[in-house]
């Protein structure tokens, strides 16, 4: 499967603490996206990083990605209680839709 | 503006039965995608189209699946004489010209189908 994958699985912090989720992929890529998805409904695309871009940043969001590990993290600072949703990363490789990862669960408790 | 609408929000049917779901994707948005979501999983890809191509049918999971867009707009996606694992929440989402992935995706609210 070339489904990417997201780690942890869950994760639950304190609120002011930062969260960070990595992801990891299987193939060469065009581009990464995360997106942040509450209570199982729509998602919300949260930042793309390029290929050949190595870091980015939006607002609380820092993510990076190292293409020589197949790998990309998302850390979010000064976590919130309204950060609690599901993350997923997502990539593009060559002409095939976006491959989305099973998603990091983070509770953020206030 | 508007973003991505889908109905409806929630669906019941029985087994055996025939479902239309419908999406709205953002005005001038010519790629639309669908996926399928079951319970705590990511994201699995069904079905895009991209202006006036013809449409990668490569994710859908069995011939009861099928999907239109009509316009270059709205599409439906109906599956044909639901089975119990067809129950999961349904997204469409739409995106830009380059589509693909290339750009950010929009994702409507999904549509939740129960099949009892």
């Known amino acids: 499967s070339q489904q990417g994958e997201e780690d942890p699985q869950a994760l639950s912090i304190q609120e002011g603490e930062n969260a960070t989720m990595n992801c990891s992929y299987k193939t060469s890529i065009n581009n990464l996206q995360w997106y942040r998805q509450n209570s199982g409904r729509g998602l919300v695309h949260l930042i793309l990083?390029?290929?050949?871009?190595r870091e980015k940043h939006s607002g609380r969001l820092r993510v990076t990605l190292d293409t020589s590990k197949k790998s990309s993290s998302l850390l979010i600072t000064a976590s919130r209680a309204a950060d609690t949703a599901s993350y997923f990363c997502?990539?593009?490789?060559?002409?095939?839709?976006?491959?989305f990862g099973k998603g990091t669960r983070l509770s953020v408790i206030a | 503006g508007a973003g991505v609408s889908q109905s409806p929000s929630n669906k019941v049917t029985e087994k055996g039965k025939d479902v239309e779901l419908r999406c709205d994707p953002i005005s001038g948005h010519t790629a639309l995608y669908w996926y399928r979501q079951s319970l705590g999983q990511g994201l699995e890809f069904l079905i895009y189209f991209q202006g006036n191509s013809a449409p990668d049918k490569s994710g859908l999971p069995s011939d009861r699946f099928s999907a239109e867009r009509t316009g270059g707009s709205v599409s439906t996606l109906t599956i044909q004489r639901t089975q119990q694992e067809d129950s999961a929440v349904y997204l469409c989402?739409?995106?830009?010209?380059?589509?693909?992935?290339?750009?950010?995706?929009?994702f409507g609210p999904g549509t939740r189908l129960t099949v009892t």
């Open positions: 997502a990539y593009l490789s060559g002409n095939t839709p976006l491959v």
């Open positions: 989402a739409s995106s830009t010209l380059e589509g693909l992935g290339l750009s950010e995706q929009y």
């Open positions: 990083i390029r290929s050949n871009e």
